[in-house]
């Protein structure tokens, strides 16, 4: 079956760092979800992208979907710690949607 | 609108006990689904509804049962809990059929000694 790859497992940044999560798949994907779980809590959603080389920005946040839509990434900009939580890719696999194993930031003040 | 409701939120089992997830949603949404997660493992589909009156596997389906008693409702029922089942089960539902975004639920620990 379809599976989505997500690096890195880990991320500790210092806050004000960059940081940038990956995701990544075999098969050509017909789009892509980002989610974000707070510690504790459950899976918000972030934002969806469709089109091939989509990029879409959501304050400092910028999302992107790969030219031959096989992999995406999510960059942070300047992270605070309210970014701390774990971030998942998810993709759609025929009518249900399958998540990559998820990236969790945490954020040093 | 309450969205997504679970119940329970905790649940403590002995091996081989059994019991029901309870799910239900007030957002008309046609999808509902049942992913557990475990640390490292991201979240695994256990199985799905793609509308009421079907249900279909999803990537991790074994020990599990799944009832869509109507549009608003879909349980998950472990028969004979085992160790393996124990982590933190999340329902989610979504207005469209294929790759819509997902509401989810607040999540339903179990613990199976």
């Known amino acids: 079956g379809q599976q989505v790859m997500q690096i890195p497992q880990y991320q500790h940044v210092q806050e004000g760092e960059d940081f940038t999560t990956y995701c990544n798949s075999s098969t050509t994907l017909s789009n892509i979800q980002w989610y974000k779980q707070r510690p504790g809590g459950h899976p918000v959603f972030l934002i969806q992208l469709v089109k091939s080389g989509e990029v879409k920005k959501q304050k400092r946040l910028t999302f992107q979907f790969g030219e031959a839509k096989k992999n995406s990434s999510l960059h942070i900009t300047a992270t605070q710690t309210t970014d701390v939580g774990t971030y998942f890719c998810a993709a759609t696999n025929t009518d249900k949607l399958i998540f990559g194993t998820g990236t969790r930031l945490q954020v040093f003040p | 609108n309450a969205g997504v409701t679970q119940t329970p939120k905790f649940q403590v089992l002995k091996t081989g006990q059994s019991m029901t997830l309870q799910c239900a949603q007030d957002m008309n949404h046609n999808s509902m689904y049942w992913y557990r997660q475990d640390p490292g493992m991201g979240l695994r589909l256990i199985y799905y509804?793609?509308?009421?009156?079907?249900?279909d596997k999803g990537e991790v389906p074994n020990g599990y049962n799944v009832s869509r008693l109507n549009k608003r409702e879909f349980s998950l029922r472990l028969e004979s809990a085992a160790p393996s089942q124990t982590s933190v089960y999340f329902c989610?539902?979504?207005?469209?059929?294929?790759?819509?975004?997902?509401?989810f639920g607040e999540g339903s620990r179990l613990t199976v000694l």
């Open positions: 509804s793609a509308s009421e009156g079907t249900t």
């Open positions: 989610a539902s979504s207005g469209r059929d294929r790759g819509g975004e997902l509401f």
